[in-house]
């Protein structure tokens, strides 16, 4: 028996090292690969002399870990493409939400829809997150606001995982807005999820973690806080939408729960920022929210440099805000909206989106005892895979060290 499932080689590797200058780059390099992981990196010349099952030449070609994509929400029904239409008229995020459009239309239409169809439609969008190198997704319910319609959204992503190569990971975002039918009476709802949702759908398996929206049109912190409490309860981690239009005191409460991220960011304060930093809370920033919403309100990028704090980059595919299906032209849009670098960019949506899944042992760097989840792409170098807009340049996609068919 061979030592060596599948051996890559005549390569150039971004490993995305943690600590390596960059890219952690080996200009000529193999990866080998055995039982689904890396069992060797590095320079050709340095290779061991050992045998493969399988050895593969990619003729110079570039490879990545596969790209994560951290916040989605990408289990939906209808669209909202006449508010986006609203919006260019005049109208604000805020002010249809308000008047009942916004996330409640896509609750009306989610809790409309049936299973099958929502898998349908969330099944061609996670296959363009493929297409641009995405090999884990995490996908949010929120949009059904009821224990059986957030339930039905949560099957869905599971069915999603289990349909695909792809790891899907889920949230329960249940706190995301005030149902219809609590619009008087925000708490009593907020007990509902507490008491309630989260538990049937711990029990359930279900959700890996439990996200809520902490804004002045959503939630507030006292309510979050009962939120948060709850998932710790059932063992579930929990992240947070913190200070995506006001400062909402999002940051702190994320960090004051140890929370895995903190999302958006736009407005939250330096003291926020630096309880993030010391709890180990991830900022995840979402550019094509703040591209559609036409924000003008930087996130504190310099601030989260300052502090080490890992900054993940994800697309939030959702609707209402940022109906973008590719993670890599997230990373591009970060570059030119936040002065962002590819080098932080493509860090962000590997390395930094596993820690913001708490899947970091795991996958996101190309490192020996990591899952081979490996973007192979025809570039002559990586910082293009925040240049390019509108084009592919994935030539191929390995899960587990196993070929992902892209059609
Ligand atoms: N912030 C967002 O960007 C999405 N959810 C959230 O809390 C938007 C969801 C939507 O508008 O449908
Ligand atoms: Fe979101």
Not at 223 to 231: E, K, L, W
Request: hydrophobic share 45%; aromatic share 6%; with cysteine.
């Amino acid at each position: 028996m061979a030592d060596w499932d599948l051996l890559l080689t005549d390569a150039h590797i971004a490993t995305m090292r943690r600590g390596a200058a960059n890219y952690g780059a080996i200009e000529d390099g193999a990866i080998a690969i055995a039982g689904g992981s890396i069992a060797w990196v590095g320079e050709s010349a340095r290779m061991p002399n050992r045998t493969a099952a399988r050895t593969r030449s990619l003729a110079g070609q570039w490879l990545t870990p596969a790209l994560i994509d951290c916040h989605t929400h990408l289990v939906f029904g209808g669209d909202r493409s006449a508010e986006f239409e609203q919006r260019l008229h005049g109208a604000s995020y805020e002010g249809i939400a308000r008047a009942g459009g916004g996330i409640l239309s896509t609750v009306r239409a989610t809790r409309a829809a049936s299973a099958d169809e929502l898998f349908d439609s969330a099944r061609v969008r996670l296959g363009m997150l493929a297409r641009d190198g995405v090999a884990t997704v995490e996908i949010k319910s929120g949009y059904g606001l009821d224990l059986d319609n957030e339930m039905k959204m949560l099957q869905v992503a599971r069915r999603l995982g289990d349909a695909s190569d792809l790891t899907v990971r889920t949230s329960l975002l249940a706190a995301h807005t005030v149902p219809p039918e609590f619009t008087t009476n925000a708490d009593a709802y907020i007990a509902l999820v507490c008491d309630d949702l989260i538990p049937a759908v711990a029990k359930h398996g279900l959700a890996d973690a439990v996200d809520a929206y902490c804004e002045t049109i959503a939630f507030n912190t006292e309510q979050v806080s009962r939120v948060f409490a709850a998932a710790k309860s059932s063992g579930l981690p929990v992240k947070l939408h913190a200070d995506q239009l006001s400062d909402s005191g999002g940051a702190e409460l994320a960090a004051r729960f140890a929370a895995l991220s903190a999302d958006h960011l736009e407005y939250a304060s330096n003291s926020g920022v630096q309880a993030m930093g010391k709890a180990g809370t991830a900022a995840v920033l979402l550019p094509g929210a703040f591209l559609t919403l036409q924000e003008t309100q930087q996130p504190p990028i310099d601030e989260l440099r300052r502090l080490d704090v890992p900054i993940a980059i994800a697309s939030d595919c959702n609707p209402g805000t940022s109906p973008l299906c590719s993670v890599r032209e997230a990373m591009a849009l970060a570059c030119r909206l936040f002065r962002l670098t590819p080098e932080e960019c493509l860090a962000g949506a590997t390395r930094e989106a596993a820690l913001a899944l708490g899947l970091d042992g795991d996958r996101g760097t190309l490192e020996v005892g990591k899952r081979a989840d490996v973007a192979i792409w025809d570039i002559m170098h990586p910082r293009e895979l925040s240049y390019w807009l509108g084009i592919r340049p994935l030539a191929g996609l390995l899960i587990a060290g196993l070929d992902v068919s892209l059609n």
